[in-house]
T-cell receptor, first 113, second 113 residues
């Protein structure tokens, strides 16, 4: 079975703190893709990153970084020096041998000024 | 470009009423999707379309119908609304099929009483 688990329902941090959002996935396929989406208060989901199962290289984009570890089936997302504008719900998702995304339940991040 | 737009933004229906949600995209994307988002359940795929004139069932299609008469529009219909269909509905589009990123609309909040 394919599954994405985001165990952190809600996280609150103070501005400028670093924060890591956890994502654990399950799949038996050797080829799969992992995503992170951001859902700001305005509602629409915004694509952040896609990673395929053959590329375990970590990625950094400004204050955002992603750590993909196949050994632990995790694809964690870190925001460095968080800002109030980072407040949103973040979804991790998996595509694995099917026609659809399998979304996690999301982590609500609150960054306090 | 407006991207993906959804009409209406909010709607309240009584049980048994019908309605149609409209999704429009101006990116010339072939693929379009309808999701529902429920608390604690992430996003679940209702129906999708791989091109004009085509539709297919997703994960939770019961109680919904769709049509893709024009490439830029994807309609989601509820023939006889039920309280279980209270949810936030998101439309998305992509230039290619999975595993490419999708572009989401702002959502429609539907309440069925």
């Amino acid at each position: 079975a394919q599954k994405v688990t985001q165990a952190q329902t809600e996280i609150s941090v103070v501005e400028k703190e670093d924060v890591t959002l956890d994502c654990v996935y399950e799949t038996r396929d050797t080829t799969y893709y992992l995503f992170w989406y951001k859902q700001p208060p305005s509602g629409e989901l915004v694509f952040l990153i896609r990673r395929n199962s053959f590329d375990e290289q970590n990625e950094i984009s400004g204050r955002y970084s992603w750590n993909f570890q196949k050994s632990t089936s995790s694809f964690n997302f870190t925001i460095t020096a968080s800002q109030v504008v980072d407040s949103a719900v973040y979804f991790c998702a998996l595509i694995s041998g099917t026609y659809k995304y399998i979304f996690g339940t999301g982590t609500r991040l609150k960054v306090l000024a | 470009n407006a991207g993906v737009t959804q009409t209406p933004k909010f709607r309240v229906l009584k049980t048994g009423q019908s309605m149609t949600l409209l999704c429009a995209q101006d990116m010339n994307h072939e693929y379009m999707y309808w999701y529902r988002q429920d608390p604690g359940m992430g996003l679940r795929l209702i129906h999708y379309s791989v091109g004009e004139g085509t539709t297919a069932k997703g994960e939770v299609p019961d109680g919904y119908n769709v049509s893709r008469l024009k490439k830029q529009n994807f309609l989601l219909g509820l023939e006889s609304a039920a309280p279980s269909q209270t949810s936030v509905y998101f439309c998305a589009s992509s230039s290619q099929g999975l595993p490419y990123e999708q572009y989401f609309g702002p959502g429609t909040r539907l309440t069925v009483t």
